[in-house]
């Protein structure tokens, strides 16, 4: 459960109103852009407080927050998002570690889905973070030094970033992300991963 | 746009759009986003110019699609590669053998087309996936299992057709082995039932597994003769409960005797759980020599008798330690689900992903992996012996290099069977995999100078390890080769799987 201090400091990030409970959080409309992809389930790696904090951040939108446990996305694929996507296949997106991602991403191919966004975030021991967007940050609005000067708040940055994702139709489908494999990480460092799982 | 190898960009086109009237264009792939879908996430040569890639795709939808599809490529001697649901992790996945091949992605063909409680079996296509076949179960409320595999999202059929296994009860880990009957497309089009399902009307194909005459569903295990598009299961009745032991030994040599009273019990099919062997001196210091995990499914009655009688078995071995788990009654409660192994209970999931991805008893995960599995005589003999050959020659093949090469971990899951498990990190590094796939090779040979050779193999080692079946001269690639020769006289199908390769491709 994401405590008060961390809600209020993911909810500082972007200057957004503070609203605690599942109000929705509306936008101006943009009337020459495309709309944003209507997402909603997020899921967050319990194990991670920056993970936590995304979620947190994200619950103001309206999406239904899972936390995977251990890492492990059998359960919210058995009672969630396999007979969801099995009626209507719709858009997803999370931060967790990278088994989830490359996990979703092989069931997703089943149903025409495709990795449309995909962030990976290195959080050193010594509290540095090295941030790379592989794809779809423009669509997101986002950079990677947007996420650098957010400091120990990108989680929000991202969460911000994944609530205003926006599809742009003219863009060649995305193919696989490479989220099978682990980098060579140092030791005790932590590989997040953050993205949006959609048609393409 | 890739071509396919000996065919001519005029005969592909042809060919392309002979398919996409067959089976729709928007089931024809050829962009290279959409082939690179179809690369082997786990391929040892992964970025190298020997990685097996896919030219294209087809992804029909009913049987008479496969029939257009592969009468198609006949026609134009265009190599296919039938792949299910293509998770075939770290044995090739939905990459071909044959590189160039054009995937024929059979992920739409997805129905459960029966389940029968009253005979426990199921009738499934190869789209089908263990969590596919899971979900109809549970939507149907059937109180039946499946036997998945771990992880339990790739298909039904592809799994058995590869030689996979699961961790349920005997007899049905083995896939292959609790099959019955099949539905295949031939090469030229052809359709073909086995078993009972070759008489018209049968009302048994899923229940009695040889027909009349010689039983000819073997040829399409680990092959290359056809496009299997349904194929039966026997499935287990829920079982009411499951119990398990624990017997530790502190002395290395007590393996000896304790595998033997394990084979005397799966042989009289008194354990008929998937049996676990853990050890050899892969633990901290302190901890047991050895260790054997028997489960046993059944009505609580029965298995509280059997569960007696094996742990007097082993209790005649003097120093064990035998603890006994609680027995643990089907359906399972939401607690007791959230704490056990749920292969076991059949219930397919992810976890081992999670497992062995970067985690603090896993700190340095490659993620991919590929594995040497070769099978050794079911005795405590041969595993000890195995332990020495492991050790004795696992700087010779690694050039005294610590490559964290996992293992041996002994496999006693499949009944008179022992695997001896190796398992090799994959990466993007080529160098390292270059390294890796050297004591693979290594591996290959030093086990097969004693007589032991593996069971499955991901694509890239599998010319290497039938060379190893040489009895006779390799009586046994011959016979195989003459078969292929008259059922797929083009060599269109899988052309080298599992070694077996077509006339115009062979090696003189």
């Known amino acids: 459960m994401t405590n008060r201090r961390e809600f209020l400091q993911a909810a500082a990030i972007s200057g957004l109103p503070v609203i605690a409970g599942t109000t929705r959080i509306t936008h101006a409309a943009q009337p020459d852009r495309p709309p944003r992809l209507d997402i909603q389930t997020i899921l967050v790696d319990e194990r991670h407080t920056e993970a936590r904090n995304a979620g947190a951040r994200l619950a103001g939108t309206g999406a239904t927050i899972h936390a995977i446990p251990d890492g492990d996305i059998t359960g919210i694929w058995l009672n969630q998002i396999g007979p969801a996507w099995r009626e209507l296949p719709t858009a997803i997106a999370g931060l967790t570690a990278r088994p989830a991602l490359f996990c979703l991403e092989q069931l997703a191919l089943n149903f025409g889905l495709r990795v449309v966004f995909h962030g990976e975030h290195i959080v050193y021991p010594d509290g540095h973070i090295e941030h790379s967007l592989l794809r779809g940050a423009e669509n997101a609005q986002l950079s990677v030094r947007e996420l650098a000067r957010a400091r120990a708040l990108w989680p929000a940055r991202i969460a911000d970033a994944i609530a205003s994702y926006r599809p742009n139709a003219d863009r060649p489908r995305p193919g696989r992300s490479d989220a099978a494999l682990e980098p060579t990480l140092p030791r005790d460092a932590q590989l997040l991963t953050s993205w949006i799982i959609a048609a393409a | ?508």
Not at chain 2, 343 to 370: C, E, M, Q, Y
Not at chain 2, 396 to 418: A, D
Not at chain 2, 452 to 481: G, V
Request: a neutral charge.
């Open chain 2, 1 to 508: 746009m890739s071509i396919p190898p000996n065919v001519s960009p005029t005969a592909f086109n042809t060919a392309l759009n002979a398919w996409r009237k067959a089976v729709g264009p928007e089931w024809v792939f050829t962009s290279d986003e959409a082939v690179a879908l179809y690369r082997d996430a786990y391929s040892p040569y992964y970025g190298e110019p020997e990685e097996r890639v896919a030219s294209a795709a087809v992804a029909p939808a009913s049987v008479e699609q496969v029939q257009a599809v592969v009468r198609i490529a006949n026609q134009h001697r265009i190599p296919l590669y039938p792949i299910s649901t293509g998770r075939n992790l770290a044995y090739g996945g939905s990459a071909p053998v044959y590189s160039g091949s054009v995937v024929l992605d059979l992920k739409r063909m997805n129905r459960v087309l029966e389940v029968n409680e009253r005979n426990a079996y199921a009738l499934v296509e190869p789209g089908v996936s263990y969590f596919d076949l899971y979900e109809h179960i549970q939507k149907a409320k059937l109180d039946v299992w499946i036997d998945p595999p771990d992880p339990g999202w790739g298909s039904v059929i592809g799994n058995a057709l590869d030689g996979g296994g699961g961790w349920t009860a005997y007899p049905f880990r083995d896939h292959f082995a609790a099959h019955c009957g099949m539905e295949v497309v031939l090469a030229n089009g052809e359709i073909v039932r086995t078993g009972m399902g070759a008489l018209p009307n049968s009302k048994s194909w899923q229940q009695s597994r040889w027909g009349f005459g010689p039983w000819v569903d073997g040829l399409f295990r680990q092959s290359n003769f056809g496009v299997v598009t349904k194929m039966g299961f026997y499935l287990m009745p829920r079982p009411e409960a499951l119990i398990s032991a624990t017997v530790t030994t502190m002395r290395d040599e007590d393996i000896v005797p304790m595998l033997d009273v394990l084979n005397l019990l799966e042989n009289q099919v008194v354990v008929n759980g998937s049996t676990q062997i853990f050890g050899g001196g892969r633990g901290p210091a302190g901890s047991a020599a050895w260790g054997i995990q028997v489960p046993i499914y059944g009505p609580e009655k029965v298995i509280r008798a059997q569960m007696d009688y094996a742990k007097a078995k082993f209790a005649a071995i003097p120093g064990l330690n035998i603890v006994e788990s609680e027995m643990l009654r089907t359906p399972l409660t939401p607690e007791q689900m959230a704490r056990v192994r749920l292969v076991n209970f059949g219930i397919p999931n992810l976890s081992t992903f999670a497992l062995l991805g970067r985690n603090p008893g896993n700190p340095d995960p490659a993620g991919g992996h590929i594995g040497f599995s070769p099978i050794v005589p079911r005795t405590g003999e041969s595993l000890l012996e195995f332990k020495r050959f492991y050790n004795e020659n696992l700087s010779k093949v690694t050039g005294g290099e610590n490559l964290n090469i996992q293992g041996p971990v002994y496999m006693t899951c499949w009944e008179r069977t022992l695997v001896c498990l190796i398992m090799f990190p994959i990466g993007r590094d080529k160098a390292l995999n270059a390294k890796m796939r050297r004591a693979f090779e290594g591996w290959v040979k030093l086990a097969a100078e004693r007589g032991w050779a593996e069971y499955r193999a991901p694509a890239a080692f599998q010319d290497l390890i039938a060379e190893t079946y040489s009895y006779n001269n390799h009586s046994l690639r011959k016979l195989r080769e003459t078969l292929k020769d008259a059922i797929d006289p083009n060599g269109i199908i899988s052309a080298g799987r599992y070694g077996v390769w077509p006339k115009h491709l062979r090696k003189a």
